[in-house]
């Protein structure tokens, strides 16, 4: 009996070595290729960022484009991130080599074949969550400055709503991005993005009724016949910005 | 000093004089009454020379019988503005063009309304470029104690502090200009124009002064000054005051190196307004903006100045006193981050408005309590020519501890 206990735990362990074996040259071709990628991805980076800097590629394009591409721009030069997008790019290079000398080596396991669609699919949903993130801090200061500026008293309230609308739009994509969860992630968004428009909508529906009473009040007195002297304008109309 | 100053007063100005050179009178599209006020008004201000009229043609206008020595030159513009209540980067470029094909060896661009200026001072313009070496004669008016205050807030200020340029009005609509200072300020707006960018706003007087050019400053009297079509400040605040900043950022190389205080002009003070200002609106504003924007602020101001705002807003409405050193500090700070793009610029002038109504009120309560408007807008100048060694360091070293 010993002898069978034996034999079947050699062959266990055989057969869990061999399957190492076979899945490291794998492993280490990959990280290879990420790291080679990486390495002329830097080089290709700075040999651009000097390219671009001698040619004054940040005034020309501060001089003849909008606003936009700058103000995505790290540190607000267009050099840094046409330099980053091309390090990125050969990272993500990289990762695509390896990942396809990796499938080859490991002759269809079951590993690769669940951690390949994994890993194209984890870079797309580290592009939307940055994305996400972008847009949602973006939205979010656009809604309050343009909320305080209308001097409205909920700004920061309007402003976080519009924030997490966003945030929870990015988090319900990233996990049907990567496949988890299924229909309660469906579910769980459907109930959290009506929630907080609902929350919205009766926030600025209760905050906003005397502003809506007050323009109601002002149409019901434009059509009644102006019977009194005009009023005195008000000292606000006599302030002359420009 | 970069450039020369001069202030010419229209009321002292002498009889007309001889025909020296070709003048090119540039009007803004106008109805058809205003139009010919317009010409009647040039020919009682030229009563002895012969001038052109330049006036956009449409269909709906015809000008009536001009005077003999008005050529009324109608022209359809190669580049249209939008904008009709200040002069655009349109204006520039098609005014130079005219002046070009037509041989005019000066220009006098009038904004809107220009039918209300009077003929002496629409001559001492002309005669201040023609006559007196002057390469830019802009306007001085006459305004009331409440009108133009972003241009008394800002403009001004970071006019005189940065160009060691003395023109109380930067942004004035009526200008009188030489023939090389008509083709450099073509050349800037032909950028604009060329980037179909034709509501762009050129800085006349940043030009002249970058390139020493000699600027003259005529007091025109009242005008009747013509009120943007877009009534929203916010906006309006961000045109402007964005405008000015890039213009700042362009020019860079020539303020870090421009040097002078410019000495304060004595003008007759505005007459106090008869009924104080109600500034509570103003207030509740700033205060609002205060505990929401304090975050984007923080990203753009130092701590001091963010302290200095802080005891603004829980500063009471009678005291409300916003110090000139802080609001200098501000503008500059807003500079630095515009030029450093540290949030979006959309978002950076958005939170700038708040903080200018702040400013305003704090004027009316000084003017409420007794100081001359006039003093207060030149202290405030003073306290730019200050504060610029600041801008100066954190502008070539922007990343050095800040307190």
């Known amino acids: 009996m010993w002898q069978q206990v034996h034999d079947s735990l050699s062959q266990s362990a055989h057969r869990v070595l061999f399957k190492l074996a076979s899945f490291l040259p794998g492993l280490v071709a990959l990280l290879v290729a990420v790291l080679v990628l990486a390495l002329i991805g830097a080089a290709v980076a700075a040999l651009l960022r000097r390219v671009l800097t001698s040619a004054k590629f940040d005034e020309r394009m501060a001089r003849n484009s909008p606003d936009a591409i700058s103000d995505w721009s790290p540190s607000g030069s267009p050099t840094l991130l046409v330099a980053r997008i091309a390090f990125w790019a050969c990272v993500a290079l990289g990762f695509i080599i390896g990942i396809s000398a990796f499938d080859a080596s490991s002759n269809g396991s079951q590993i690769s074949t669940f951690l390949l669609p994994y890993l194209t699919h984890s870079v797309g949903a580290i592009v939307l969550l940055i994305i996400g993130n972008l847009v949602a801090r973006f939205l979010e200061r656009s809604v309050l400055i343009g909320a305080v500026n209308a001097r409205l008293q909920y700004a920061r309230f309007l402003s976080l709503g519009i924030k997490w609308l966003v945030l929870v739009l990015t988090a319900a994509m990233i996990l049907d991005h990567l496949e988890i969860g299924g229909a309660i992630v469906e579910l769980a968004f459907g109930i959290l993005f009506g929630g907080i428009v609902l929350t919205l909508a009766l926030a600025v529906g209760l905050g906003s009724r005397d502003i809506v009473s007050r323009s109601l009040e002002k149409n019901v007195e434009r059509t009644e016949p102006v019977s009194n002297a005009p009023d005195s304008p008000t000292p606000s109309e006599t302030l002359r910005h420009f | ?403």
């Open chain 2, 1 to 403: 000093m970069a450039s020369t100053s001069t202030n010419i007063d229209a009321s002292t100005q002498p009889a007309p004089a001889v025909e020296t050179g070709r003048l090119l009178v540039s009007l803004p599209p106008l109805a058809n009454g205003e139009l010919n006020a317009a010409l009647a008004n040039l020919a009682a201000a030229f009563p002895e020379r012969t001038i052109l009229v330049a006036t956009p043609s449409s269909l709906d206008v015809s000008p009536g019988p001009a005077p003999d020595r008005l050529h009324v030159l109608s022209y359809t513009p190669t580049s249209a503005s939008a904008i009709s209540w200040i002069l655009t980067a349109a204006d520039y470029v098609n005014a130079f063009r005219l002046a070009e094909e037509n041989q005019a060896t000066a220009c006098l661009l009038l904004g809107a309304e220009s039918q209300s200026i009077a003929p002496e001072a629409l001559r001492a313009l002309a005669e201040a470029v023609l006559h007196a070496d002057a390469d830019l004669a802009i306007a001085h008016y006459d305004t009331g104690p409440r009108e133009l205050l972003v241009n008394s807030a800002i403009l001004y200020p970071v006019s005189r502090a940065l160009f060691t340029a003395r023109p109380r009005f930067p942004l004035a609509i009526d200008l009188a200009l030489s023939l090389r200072m008509a083709v450099k300020l073509a050349a800037t707006a032909q950028k604009f124009v060329s980037l179909n960018q034709n509501d762009a706003l050129i800085w006349p007087v940043a030009e002249a002064a970058s390139v020493n050019y000699t600027i003259a400053e005529i007091e025109i009297g009242p005008r009747t000054m013509p009120q943007p079509t877009v009534s929203d400040l916010n906006s309006l605040l961000a045109q402007i005051a964005g405008s000015l900043f890039a213009e700042v950022d362009a020019k860079a190389a020539f303020w870090q190196r421009a040097r002078g205080i410019q000495p304060a002009r004595l003008f007759p003070l505005s007459t106090l307004p008869a009924e104080a200002a109600d500034i509570t609106p103003m207030l509740d504003a700033f205060r609002l903006a205060y505990t929401n924007l304090h975050g984007i602020w923080s990203l753009v101001l130092p701590p001091n100045s963010l302290l200095g705002l802080k005891r603004l807003s829980i500063m009471p409405v009678d005291s409300f006193h916003m110090p000139d050193s802080l609001w200098a500090r501000i503008v500059y700070d807003f500079i630095l981050a515009y030029r450093l793009r540290t949030i979006n610029r959309g978002h950076l002038l958005g939170a700038l408005t708040p903080l200018y109504l702040a400013w305003v009120a704090s004027h009316l309560v000084l003017v409420r309590n007794g100081t001359a408007p006039e003093k207060h807008i030149q202290d405030l100048a003073a306290a730019f020519e200050t504060d610029k060694p600041y801008l100066v360091s954190r502008w070539r070293w922007p990343d050095r501890f800040n307190p």
